[in-house]
């Protein structure tokens, strides 16, 4: 029995190491060809790309990219960007710059307005995304930045809401303590502040670092230890949040099983993704204005199609049921209460 387990890891690793070449094949093609017809749109945009990764700017206030490793975080979390300030660059790997690139230029296609004065305009809104991947729209082969952007289009349709700026501060390989600690430092007290709406995506790779730490020997015990470890974290985050800004609804999003998609045998990690969503509800439940959104039934096997090629991240179609999901947790908690009749007053 313990042989098979191992086969089914070693079939696992396998598969994420080919999807991981794939990948990588993939953008270093796209890059060569969508370099020469973008080259002009995204002159404003890149300041270089080199053999260690692209250098970018950024508007103000608008996007942010922290880099990958825990130190440096912590680092850039003492350089808070100000109004009227260009935020701090961060180096990306080969792999990633010309597409993350590609998506901090949709990104900035509004001009960049200052959250407050979004604020006392009640005709536009101000939406803050913290989070992941999934939040930075990891997968999302239509460039609309995952599920930020399609929500931003749906409130546009189906509210009394004229414009909605959206600040997507999501950042690909995040855990809950990486942004636990930028929010306690501060980082992020003006967007907080003059948020009207936020959305939250955090614990996916915080599940991950246990399954990376040790593959082959997985033990329920382990995931159980991190559990707790992440439930003050995911706390700490409301909190904080909450003491800037008291009455801003918080969108809670859950998690979802990636590997249901490779095989359908691993039920004990499905239970597993099941007790972290149900901690993540119960926390966020205790915050007023907060409202849990279920996704992982969404992700289940890959029988609708919503996995990106690298079998781990949502594509287009998964991004998009994934908002309308959202919309409907919205209506279903009356958000329209918490945002002075900005949202849903039809």
């Known amino acids: 029995m313990k042989g098979v387990i191992i086969l089914k890891r070693i ?51 608008q996007v942010e990219d922290e880099t990958e490793t825990e130190a440096q975080t912590e680092a850039e ?21 010309f597409q993350e690139s590609i998506e901090e230029q949709l990104l900035n296609e509004l001009k960049l307005v200052p959250p407050e004065e979004i604020k006392e305009d009640s005709t536009r809104l101000y939406y803050l995304a913290l ?8 997968g999302d082969e239509e460039q609309k930045n995952g599920y930020t952007k399609r929500l931003v289009e749906k409130l546009v349709q189906s509210t009394d809401v004229a414009e909605v ?50 593959l082959f020997e997985l033990k329920r015990a382990d995931f159980d230890k991190e559990l707790v470890q992440f439930t003050n974290r995911y706390n700490e985050i409301l909190t904080n949040i909450r003491t800037v800004n008291p009455e801003v609804p918080i969108i809670v999003i859950g998690l979802y099983n990636p590997f249901s998609v490779i095989t359908d045998e691993i039920t004990e990690f499905e239970s597993i993704i099941t007790e972290w969503n149900d901690t993540i509800e119960g926390t966020s439940s205790k915050y007023k204005n907060s409202c849990f959104v279920d996704i992982q039934d969404l992700f289940d096997e ?25 919309l409907s947790m919205m209506k279903a908690c009356h958000i329209e209460d918490s945002s002075n009749g900005l949202i849903f007053t039809n």
């Open 11 to 61: 079939t696992i690793l396998f598969v994420c190491c080919v999807v991981l070449l794939l990948g990588y094949l993939k953008v270093a093609g796209d890059k060569q060809v969508t370099n020469e017809s973008s080259q002009k749109n995204l002159s404003n945009t890149i300041v270089a790309l080199d053999a260690n990764g692209a250098t970018e700017t950024d508007q103000p206030q």
């Open 77 to 97: 979390a003492e350089k808070h960007p100000v109004e009227g300030l260009d935020e701090s660059v961060e180096e990306l790997t080969l792999t990633t710059a």
């Open 131 to 138: 989070g992941d991947s999934l939040t930075r729209g990891v």
């Open 165 to 214: 700026i959206l600040d997507n501060r999501g950042k690909r390989g995040r855990r809950s303590d990486q942004l636990l600690n930028l929010i306690k430092k501060g980082h992020y007290d003006y967007e907080l502040k003059n948020a009207e709406l936020i959305t939250l995506t955090i614990g996916g790779n915080d599940i991950m670092k246990v399954v990376k730490k040790d």
């Open 302 to 326: 890959n029988a609708n199609l919503v996995y990106h090629s690298d079998f781990f991240h949502p594509n287009g179609y998964g991004y998009t049921i994934m908002t309308e999901r959202i």
